[in-house]
């Protein structure tokens, strides 16, 4: 029960790592190293 848990964390994990990614990419057009932390700090305090 308890690696069932692990990998849901991981899948959403793997999932905000890509929408950061590609919203950076897409939008903000930021080098990878400065978008993406930013965004993903500004989604987790969201």
Not at 18 to 34: D, G, M
């Amino acid at each position: 029960m308890g690696s069932y848990l692990l990998l849901q964390v991981l899948t959403i994990v793997f999932l905000l790592s890509i929408s950061t990614t590609l919203f950076n990419k897409k939008i903000l057009n930021f080098p990878a190293a400065i978008g993406v932390p930013i965004f993903s700090t500004l989604f987790v305090l969201m």
